[in-house]
């Protein structure tokens, strides 16, 4: 489903990204952990096509189609989601009200109808259950006066709504208390299906008892430099990082 | 120009033939031609809207005979406790320095004198320098002063040069006949220098006194200008000053302008932010009771990217005073990334108090964070309920919470023993209240 | 439901530039004594009215321009507009006498004028060029009371009402274009609620300029009595032609004890084309007066259009316990020049203003907030708050503030609050990672920024300015 091939990003002429190499296919999970700085949030930011951030070298490929080619937008319509590690406030625009605009431009996109507005209406009501959303954060502007926890699930909503193909979520666990990340893990859980590919990148393994990733990498200066399975989240856990960085050397 | 007011001081003018260098003499000419286009701004100037002269320029003036009969000026030590500056004085129309000054050394380069003096001693440095911001001023006031200022205080500081101890600047207005007072500062700072200047106004004797001084003050790439202005006058008085600071790039200035004691106030702010990354600070504060005026009239203009501005003022008006606030910010086309932030806050305690604020935002450019507030107000009720309801007196409630609204003005001053030396002044000025509004007994 | 209304107007071509062709009566351009006597000869009007409108030319020859908004406008040679201009078929008894042009005309535009079609209650006079066309409703109204008619009619039918009111708000020397109006008015509205009245449906007004170099100078005088009610809508739409177009009006509204006057303005003037040609120059003189104890007055305005506005709503608190409320957003683009906002003249007591403006400038254009926020010495207990917030959209337009403020009385609480921003790219981003393209997104976001504004428009406008309003999902989900 992703393919990405010896990466390289900038930001402000700064190299964060130096040769990332990653596979995903439909019905993994993924989890990518590392330390501050290893460049997560970064791989992140380039797989969404944030302008901010310059690909020097590499391939993206995604479905087939060569990612780099295409706008932020029209990677959202091909199914690619990303739960922002800080959601942007937008004022005076309804959740709902951008919801539906967002839907109906990806229908667009895709040569479909909009969505009628009764169908709409249902579709919200059924997911806003699965992540145990209050009624009255659809009615708010976007993400405006939410709080931590309500922005997180705010993400994983709008998740449920678009139903990508692909999915990252970027440390979507901090400022998250420990019912929060359940109700989020929870909502996260119930999307995954066969088809659907999840990216969980997370400094803290706890995230991980709740949903369980298939690998696991280490994102360590710009490169993927381990991979294994859940037990390799719990090892960094207990030992930190110090290991891998005298395995380096 | 046929209007008497005007025509009294063109025909005095005309007959003012004291021979000057020639940097002076070109620029008095050129401010004459202005002065007969422009002429004392009145009522109706939109410029002049909260400050109305007409009253103060009905007295008849003599202008200042630059003769001291005895050394007024070592009245006013103006002692700061637990600071150590350098003391210099503008007597009327004339500069003076302490002998304690007058044997200072500086580092090499730094000239702090006489602008009189220094426009002969240094006249091509002082020819690239003066009047070059005062002359795109369309204000009449500042082109009269042109036509009669002979001196004033200059200071120059060379390059990463920094002053360790304040400079004092102590402007006197004296005699016991009525006086219409100029006089011309001109800051300079080299790249890289630091200078901070401490610039305290007041009235001797029992005469009406119209001052009208202008400071023009160049700031360098790199180089960081403090200017704290205390005016502590009469209310015969009748204050213009009008400050203009070129700063280039990346340069720092912080400017604080007090008023405690005064008659009718205008303080002309110009910051001009003519380099790139320069930042200015601006803070003021008015105490305002009897028939006090305060005017202070701000620009500040955003002409390159990347600059900074904070803008803050608050005044306490009681009494019958008046306060005015005009706070321009212009951000030019092109100077992206500015961040403009201005607050007009301002206490009415009488019923008789009147307030007017006017900012003025012009922007042209749109990646910039802009934001000004204003408010006119009462002190905080239910603060005052809390306060008494833990026994602290009316009085002194209100005392307490006047002096905290305006803290935060003084809090920004960088000098400690300033710092507290002004907090004590405010206190005394609050506690002296509406009745006796007496002079700057601290400092003499 | 008001949502869309910016995205409509802001990003589509001018739909409104069409002319009509109807036979139409214009008088010479100039203006003169002369020229103004022939305007009160043609209305029949009576002899104080004439004096009334001479005292003001009188007053006008030697007044000039006001200059000290934040405006570029051209040299106006006053002398070569037209100042009566009017279809020759008139004084109407039944829809079918009128033009059946002028009917299609407003057809198009959206304006109901047959009653029968009419979906939800909305009385609407249409004026076109200098004279009202048509009112409709009128006999549901009449039975409560409530005159709504012309204001050529109200001239004839209620002089005495006329007389009392008019000019009481702005009088004929209160500024240059009012001066002018005052001189050369031709028609407008007139409304009078009566005593313990609520105003059962929206009454709107429809302006329209049709003829070519005319100038349009109604005439509008709203008064409500003791413990009415009314909500009154204003909407005006222009051809497009290369020439400006001088449009100089005057709104009066005085509200009596305990009355509430609502005044909701949809202003799409023809703004120009994108290189600044043609245009109306919009110079309106807007007061009310809350005169009545716990009076209360409200303007919302949703300003589109025009080549230059200069227009200042405005409120004289009067009664004690009056309020008023001023609501804007005020779109410029192209060339556009706007200088527009608020006075708020305190004088009773235990009165309150909220000021709400919302400036959005795209293009090459300059729009400017100018207010007064006024506390006089009696004024115990004033109140208001102010917020006048900006946004640009293109590094060459300009946005501008400047708000006032003068307190005489130190009981008065006076606030004001604004803010300049730019659209930020992560917000941008973040549409765009949903899948709403970036023109989309500018367009979602600027309608939430002016969202506060657009909400104070009533429901009604949307049946009124159908071509301006889409019903959205917004507020229909619980």
Not at chain 2, 97 to 121: H, M, T, Y
Not at chain 3, 26 to 38: K, N
Not at chain 3, 177 to 186: G, P, R, T
Request: some cysteine.
């Amino acid at each position: 489903m992703l393919e990405i091939k010896n990466l390289h990003a900038d930001v402000n002429g700064r190299e964060i990204l130096k040769g990332l190499n990653l596979q995903v296919n439909a019905g993994e999970i993924h989890a990518i952990m590392g330390p501050n700085g290893a460049g997560k949030s970064t791989l992140a930011s380039v797989l969404a096509g944030n302008p901010a951030f310059e690909v020097t070298e590499g391939e993206i490929t995604f479905l087939g189609k060569d990612f780099m080619e295409l706008a932020p937008e029209e990677r959202a319509a091909e199914g690619f989601f990303l739960s922002f590690q800080y959601p942007v406030e937008i004022p005076g625009v309804s959740m709902v009200n951008f919801l539906r605009t967002a839907m109906n431009e990806q229908r667009k996109y895709r040569g479909q109808e909009p969505i009628p507005a009764s169908d709409f209406l249902r579709l919200m009501k059924e997911k806003k259950e699965l992540v145990e959303m209050q009624s009255n954060l659809t009615n708010r502007s976007v993400n405006e006066g939410f709080s931590g926890g309500e922005k997180k699930r705010s993400e994983i909503f709008q998740m449920a709504m678009l139903e990508p193909r692909l999915a990252v979520l970027d440390e979507t666990d901090s400022g998250l208390d420990i019912d929060a990340l359940r109700i989020v893990a929870n909502g996260v859980n119930k999307l995954a299906s066969p088809e659907r590919a999840i990216i969980v990148i997370t400094h803290y393994q706890r995230l991980l008892d709740y949903i369980v990733p298939d690998f696991v990498h280490v994102l360590f200066d710009g490169r993927i430099v381990k991979s294994g399975n859940k037990d390799l989240a719990l090892r960094l856990e207990s030992e930190g990082y110090d290991w891998i960085k005298k395995e380096l050397e | 120009m046929d209007n008497s007011k005007e025509a009294q001081y063109i025909d005095l003018y005309r007959n003012v033939r004291e021979v000057q260098s020639s940097v002076f003499e070109a620029y008095r000419k050129a401010s004459f031609e202005r002065f007969k286009r422009l002429g004392f701004p009145d009522d109706k100037s939109e410029q002049y809207k909260y400050t109305n002269l007409t009253e103060a320029l009905s007295v008849d003036y003599g202008l200042d005979n630059h003769n001291q009969k005895e050394l007024i000026y070592e009245a006013f030590t103006c002692a700061i406790p637990g600071i150590r500056s350098h003391l210099y004085f503008v007597v009327n129309d004339t500069f003076y320095a302490s002998d304690e000054a007058k044997n200072q050394v500086f580092p090499q380069g730094v000239v702090i004198g006489s602008l009189k003096e220094a426009s002969r001693l240094y006249s091509d440095l002082v020819a690239k320098y003066f009047g070059k911001l005062s002359e795109k001023e369309e204000d009449g006031l500042i082109a009269f002063n042109g036509m009669f200022a002979h001196d004033g205080f200059f200071m120059y500081v060379p390059e990463n040069v920094t002053i360790d101890r304040p400079i004092q600047l102590v402007n006197i207005s004296e005699g016991n006949t009525n006086q219409l007072l100029n006089s011309h500062n001109l800051i300079i700072l080299e790249r890289g220098a630091k200078v901070q200047l401490l610039v305290c106004d007041h009235t001797e004797g029992n005469a009406r006194f119209f001052v009208n001084r202008l400071t023009e003050v160049h700031v360098a790439e790199e180089a960081t200008y403090e200017h704290y202005k205390i005016e502590n006058t009469s209310s015969d008085t009748t204050h213009i000053s009008s400050l203009l600071i070129d700063q280039k790039e990346s340069s720092k200035t912080l400017t604080t302008i007090l008023t405690l004691n005064n008659g009718l106030t205008r303080n002309n702010i110009s910051l001009m932010l003519n380099g790139e990354y320069a930042e200015g600070l601006l803070y003021g504060m008015a105490v305002g009771d009897l028939d006090q005026k305060v005017d202070n009239h701000t620009s500040i203009l955003h002409n390159k990217p990347n600059c900074h501005s904070t803008e803050l003022f608050k005044y306490i008006l009681g009494g019958e005073s008046q306060g005015g606030f005009t706070g321009r910010i212009y951000v030019a086309e092109d100077a992206q990334k500015t961040e403009a932030y201005q607050n007009s806050k301002n206490i009415l305690l009488s019923t008789t108090a009147r307030m007017r604020t006017k900012p003025q935002l012009e922007i042209y450019a749109d990646d910039v964070r802009c934001s000004h507030g204003a408010t006119i107000g009462q002190l905080d009720e239910t603060a005052m309920f809390y306060l008494r309801s833990r026994g602290i007196s009316e009085d002194e409630a209100r005392l307490l919470l006047m002096y905290a609204f305006a803290a935060d003005v003084i809090e920004n001053i960088r000098i400690e023993a300033l710092k507290d030396r002004i907090k004590l002044m405010l206190e005394h000025r609050l506690r002296s209240g509406v009745s006796q509004a007496a002079s700057c007994i601290l400092c003499r | 439901m008001s949502e869309d209304i910016l995205e409509q107007v802001t990003q589509s071509e001018y739909k409104y530039g069409f002319t009509t062709d109807v036979e139409t009566e214009i008088v010479p351009p100039g203006l003169s004594e002369d020229i103004v006597r022939l305007i009160s000869q043609k209305k029949n009007e009576p002899e104080w009215l004439l004096e009334f409108r001479l005292k003001a030319y009188r007053h006008w020859a030697k007044m000039k321009m006001p200059n000290w908004a934040y405006l570029k406008i051209p040299e106006i040679d006053y002398q070569s507009i037209s100042y009566y201009a009017a279809p020759k078929k008139k004084n109407l008894n039944s829809l079918d006498e009128v033009d059946p042009e002028l009917l299609k005309t407003f057809d198009k535009l959206g304006i109901p004028l047959e009653e029968q079609k009419i979906l939800s209650g909305v009385a609407v006079d249409a004026v076109m060029d200098s004279v009202s066309v048509k009112t409709t409703f009128k006999k549901e109204l009449a039975e409560r009371g409530i005159i709504f008619c012309s204001f050529s009619e109200a001239v004839q039918e209620y002089p005495d009402l006329v007389k009392q009111y008019m000019a009481s708000v702005v009088p004929y020397d209160d500024n240059f274009f009012a001066a002018l109006n005052s001189a050369v008015f031709s028609d407008g509205s007139f409304v009078y609620i009566p005593k313990g009245v609520r105003c059962p449906m929206e009454l709107s007004t429809y302006f329209r300029i049709n003829a070519i170099n005319t100038g349009q100078f109604e005439r509008t005088l709203i008064v409500a009595d003791d413990d009415s009610y009314v909500s009154y809508l204003e909407g005006c739409t222009a051809p497009m032609r290369d020439e400006n177009q001088l449009h100089a009006a005057i709104v009066e509204i005085v509200a009596m004890n305990n009355a509430e006057v609502k005044y909701s303005t949809v202003q799409n003037w023809y703004p120009g084309d994108k290189k600044g040609r043609g245009g109306i120059y919009n110079f309106v003189t807007k007061r009310g007066i809350c005169k009545g104890k716990n009076s209360r007055i409200s303007w919302t305005q949703v300003e589109t259009g025009s080549a230059i506005t200069w227009k200042y709503p405005s409120c004289i608190l009067k009664g004690d316990n009056s309020s008023a409320e001023f609501y804007s957003v005020a779109v410029t683009n192209n060339h556009q020049q706007a200088d527009t906002g608020t006075k708020m003249i305190h004088l009773g007591k235990n009165t309150s203003s909220h000021i709400l403006s919302k400036g959005i400038s795209a293009g090459l254009s300059q729009n400017s907030y100018r207010g007064l926020v006024y506390v006089g010495k009696e004024a115990e207990n004033a109140r208001n708050f102010s917020q006048c917030d900006s946004m640009l959209l293109s590094d060459r337009c300009g946005a501008h503030t400047f708000p006032y403020m003068e307190v005489n009385n130190d009981s008065a609480v006076v606030e004001h609050e604004a803010t300049t921003s730019k659209i930020s790219e992560d917000q941008i981003f973040y549409c765009n990672q949903r899948g709403i393209p970036t023109e989309e997104a500018v367009g979602l976001i600027v309608n939430g920024y002016a969202k506060e504004v657009l909400n104070k428009l009533p429901m009604e406008f949307a049946v009124e300015a159908q071509k301006l309003l889409q019903i959205t999902l917004e507020g229909s989900v619980g």
